[in-house]
């Protein structure tokens, strides 16, 4: 049975393809086939070019939804005997730091509360404090509540007491600025499925070159082993194990159409306006937004759950994706929230017919009262 309308994923990942990339994926390649491994290549040089990391860094791809990535960096680039610092606002740097714990390296943490940025000043005064610590792990855009972490000033911090400094940029690579020539790191991580809008399934980690040789024999798994994959691909052009062909077929597309649309400052300049008119057409519905405006990211957008007893999120969910809008959980430990991203191929009628859609589902769910009364 298929559905009467495709809905609009309003998700942080999976999100909306265009249908030019997910026509990409109508056709088989090998795995050897050289016109197969050139799409590779490309690929790896125009990620490269997003950070302008041309000349001091290599992309390094990965099967595997962006987790996996995250876990490659963390398992090749750290040594068994290092120390990670990992800044926690949310639920991505929790994963990150399980990643940590479940690999066996030593691990510390500041923590934060899910509404507040990670402080520069703090991961200064850790590094001072503690100098075996190794590592910085920091997560870009932490798309659990939304909040962006002010990545430029972090790295200088930790380029001044020469630790190695490791992104988790999943959620923001492409639509936020990463300059590799002014903001330093050993390591970026993002995936195909965000916002380079293609479809999800593989990830890359762009990776300092003098760092990555540093790296072989650390991984001590053998599938997520960066190093490995690294060498492979340069002296093969291929892929270490199968590729997922379709998925990298249709990132490379998906590629084509962020430069056609004029690269980073456009992809970011329309996610931007997505999350303003957003914030603006909740607003105005009496669905106050979770985060500070100086701390939201373009990226996903938390808001406070209608207070009235007859909201209840999968019924919402439900109501709003008859209309053809598909909502996200809130990703909160303590408050009743939920999400809606602002990233995917979708035209600029995305958002006010998404609010449309969440002012109908409230009417029909009787939901009258939405937020508290303001304070007088
Ligand atoms: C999406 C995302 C990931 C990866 O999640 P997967 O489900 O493994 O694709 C990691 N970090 C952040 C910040 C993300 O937004």
């Not at 090998?30 to 799409?39: T, V």
């Not at 040594?79 to 510390?108: D, F």
């Not at 008119?277 to 759950?305: K, N």
Request: aromatic residues 6%.
């Amino acid at each position: 049975m298929s559905q009467a309308i495709t809905p609009i994923l309003l998700t942080p990942g999976p999100l909306t393809t265009s249908e030019r990339t997910r026509r990409a994926m109508l056709r088989d390649w090998g795995s050897w086939d050289a016109d197969f491994n050139q799409i590779t290549g490309r690929i790896r040089q125009r990620v490269l070019d997003i950070v302008h990391g041309q000349g001091t860094h290599e992309c390094v791809p990965m099967q595997g939804s962006g987790t996996f990535s995250v876990e490659a960096a963390i398992v090749t680039l750290v040594p068994r005997t290092g120390h990670v610092l990992v800044p926690n606002n949310g639920a991505y740097c929790a994963r990150l730091a399980r990643i940590c714990k479940v690999l066996g390296r030593r691990l510390t943490t500041i923590d934060y509360s899910e509404a507040q940025q990670v402080s520069p000043a703090d991961v200064d005064r850790a590094l001072a404090a503690d100098p075996s610590i190794t590592h910085v792990a920091l997560v870009h855009c932490e798309t659990g509540a939304g909040v962006l972490n002010p990545l430029h000033e972090v790295a200088q911090v930790v380029a001044r007491h020469g630790r190695g400094l490791i992104v988790d940029a999943m959620s923001s690579f492409g639509a936020i600025e990463i300059d590799a020539r002014k903001t330093p790191f050993d390591a970026v991580i993002a995936a195909s499925g965000k916002c380079l809008e293609g479809p999800p399934g593989m990830g890359f980690v762009i990776a300092r070159r003098s760092v990555l040789e540093q790296c072989e024999g650390n991984a001590h798994s053998l599938a997520l082993d960066l190093y490995d994959q690294w060498v492979y691909m340069q002296k093969t052009t291929q892929w270490r194990f199968t590729p997922p062909t379709h998925i990298v077929a249709a990132l490379d597309e998906a590629m084509t159409q962020y430069i056609e649309e004029g690269g980073l400052p456009a992809r970011g300049g329309r996610y931007a306006r997505n999350c303003k008119a957003l914030i603006e057409g909740m607003r105005a519905l009496g669905l106050r937004s979770y985060l500070d405006e100086g701390l939201q990211a373009p990226i996903i957008v938390t808001f406070h759950a209608p207070v009235d007893p007859a909201y209840e999120f999968k019924a919402f969910y439900q109501e709003v994706k008859k209309r053809g809008y598909i909502l996200y959980p809130g990703k909160l430990t303590q408050l009743e929230t939920f999400r809606v991203g602002c990233i995917g191929h979708f035209g600029e009628a995305g958002i006010p017919g998404a609010v449309a859609a969440v002012a109908e589902a409230l009417k029909a769910m009787g939901v009258k009262q939405v937020s508290e009364p303001e304070m007088a």
